[in-house]
């Protein structure tokens, strides 16, 4: 391998690195621990896969966003926010699924590539429905996990006998990368309205304090 | 809540629509012509403006504008497309023994079959396309190739396909191989336009595909016009074309990754596995040169300066990713540079430990 395609292929997980701290770091999490975390899905990504039955589920790609998840929900300030990130992930598996059934089966007569519609699904579905982007990464990551099962109960009731591996490409799988995409978005978004009604704010009240502004959980 | 579920629902709507009216176009296939309406190729599936081809001859086209209700797209000729050199191939191949030689191998679409032969063209269960897989690794096994060859299925033939073989990709390339292939058949509907007699036989071209939305396009791209330069050398009419396309292929995993399509589903399978064994052949001297020792000069260049290319397109995606992101969240030119500036200095500091918690 040429020493361009190492430095190209370092810099690829580099991104992925920085990009996924920031966004750990952004949910409860320290800038230490939002590096472990980033350091558990790179490593548990190689590990071996955890097989249960017809069921594969990747450590890095699965397991460990799936405990974020969960830690997340632990932390949760009020049940109607662990019930908003439920819901939205129901409805982003839905969306997930129903996207991928009508969308045309060929890269090239999609306009976003599938891999990355579902993140940004997740993050519609969770700023829509709790502005949050704690909720945004549960969406993003639990949709595309619960649209893998539908698919692979779909399969399975059609008799065609297809493992169902979940997180199976590690840090490059789309879990990992609709729960990152989902917060970025849901980030964006935010910033955009949060900035659009601080100014709103600012010319009705000249004594205004940023500081009254909502921010996002 | 209530607003806010109202909202979500035509926010589906808004996904859901232009979904549907796209998924018209499914199975269609495009005529691509020049400005005066000559034929250059057709294509399975939508062309979209900025996607290239490299036609049999070399001659290179870009896609300059498409209209979905003729299934028509018009392509600006370019000029010829300078394939790398491959003039080493005439010197006397040793037997590379030294060196581990390992490709991956795996089929996305688990359906596709030939009429012909299977009988139909999608197969629900298994496809066709696995016989064709099969004799694939066995001729590059004969070549003294390790495949790491997975025969998964990843039904249904639908936009999700590409994401569950995301998996098998990955975990093949795990094996630390040095080429990725994933092997398709055409939906062209004419099998003359893959038809071919290469070194006397009767056989089916192949068709190379990559993607140009991922940060391995370019290294993509060079690999594919590697393995064209080395068939027309070796086997004359055995690569139909190359075609550049929009999406990612699951090409963003390995810089030395293509898809193959192994003539369209109204070719004899028979026919198309014929075209397995030159295939192996060319794939054999395009990676490892059929000489000992490093590969040819020619080739590390130009894909170091593929790589470099991926390097910098990364680096200009990420600092405009933090820029956009940036200028949304201040509105302002220096705010959006003030906050740059501490993002990477943030992101610095919890690398190498130094900044607070």
Request: hydrophobic content about 35%; overall charge neutral.
């Given at each position: 391998m040429s020493v361009g395609m190492i430095v190209l292929a370092v810099m690829s997980v580099l991104v992925l690195l920085g990009v996924g701290q920031r966004v750990l770091d952004k949910?409860?999490?320290t800038d230490r621990a939002a590096l472990m975390l980033m350091a558990l899905i790179f490593v548990g990504g190689l590990a071996p896969d955890v097989v249960l039955g017809r069921v594969s589920l990747n450590v890095g790609g699965a397991l460990v966003p799936l405990g974020v998840c969960v830690y997340l929900l632990i932390r949760a300030d009020t049940k109607k926010e662990v019930g908003r990130a439920l819901l939205g992930s129901v409805l982003t598996a839905g969306a997930v699924y129903l996207l991928s059934a009508v969308m045309p089966d060929e890269p090239e007569d999609i306009v976003i590539d599938p891999n990355y519609v579902y993140g940004l699904v997740g993050g519609a579905v969770a700023y829509v429905l709790g502005r949050s982007r704690r909720g945004a990464f549960i969406c993003g990551v639990l949709g595309v996990i619960l649209a893998d099962i539908a698919v692979a109960l779909v399969n399975w009731g059609n008799g065609i006998s297809q493992m169902l591996y979940l997180g199976s490409a590690g840090a490059m799988d789309v879990v990992v990368i609709s729960g990152f995409l989902a917060v970025l978005l849901s980030e964006l978004v935010g910033e955009i309205m949060e900035r659009m009604a601080r100014r709103t704010r600012e010319n009705h009240d000249p004594v205004y304090s940023p500081v009254k502004g909502g921010k996002q959980k | 809540m209530k607003k806010r579920l109202v909202l979500l629902v035509l926010l589906c709507c808004m996904g859901a629509f232009p979904a549907l009216s796209e998924e018209a176009q499914e199975g269609k296939v495009y005529t691509i012509q020049k400005a005066d309406g000559a034929l250059i190729t057709h294509l399975s599936g939508a062309p979209d403006v900025g996607d290239e081809y490299i036609a049999g001859d070399n001659g290179h086209f870009r896609i300059t504008a498409v209209d979905h209700t003729t299934l028509t797209a018009q392509a600006e000729y370019l000029g010829v497309y300078v394939l790398p050199d491959v003039s080493w191939l005439d010197e006397n191949a040793q037997p590379v023994t030294a060196q581990r030689r390992a490709v991956a191998m795996y089929c996305t679409h688990s359906d596709e079959s030939y009429i012909p032969t299977d009988g139909k063209s999608s197969d629900e269960d298994r496809g066709g396309i696995y016989d064709v897989a099969e004799e694939f690794k066995a001729a590059l096994e004969e070549e003294g190739i390790t495949v790491y060859y997975s025969d998964e299925t990843h039904h249904p033939h639908d936009a999700g396909a590409y994401r569950r073989s995301r998996a098998t990709a990955s975990r093949l390339v795990e094996q630390g191989v040095d080429a990725v292939m994933d092997i398709h058949r055409d939906g062209i509907e004419d099998p003359s336009s893959y038809e071919s007699t290469v070194d006397g036989e009767e056989m089916t071209k192949v068709r190379l595909l990559v993607g140009r939305s991922n940060q391995n396009a370019a290294s993509n791209k060079a690999f594919a016009a590697q393995i064209k330069a080395v068939a027309d050398e070796m086997y004359p009419g055995l690569i139909k074309d190359i075609y550049i396309g929009k999406g990612t292929y699951n090409q963003d995993l390995l810089p030395q990754a293509v898809l193959l399509e192994f003539g369209t589903y109204t070719n004899d399978k028979n026919e198309v596995m014929a075209s397995t064994g030159h295939m192996a052949q060319v794939m054999n001297k395009t990676l490892?040169?059929?000489?000992?020792?490093?590969?040819?000069a020619a080739e590390t260049k130009e894909e170091n300066t593929s790589a470099w290319t991926g390097v910098i397109w990364l680096v200009v995606a990420v600092v405009a990713g933090v820029g956009i992101y940036a200028f949304v969240s201040t509105g302002s030119g220096k705010g959006a540079m003030e906050k740059m500036k501490g993002t990477f200095r943030e992101l610095g500091g919890s690398v190498t430990g130094k900044k607070k918690e």
């Open positions: 949910m409860q999490l | 490892y040169g059929g000489v000992t020792g490093p590969a040819p």
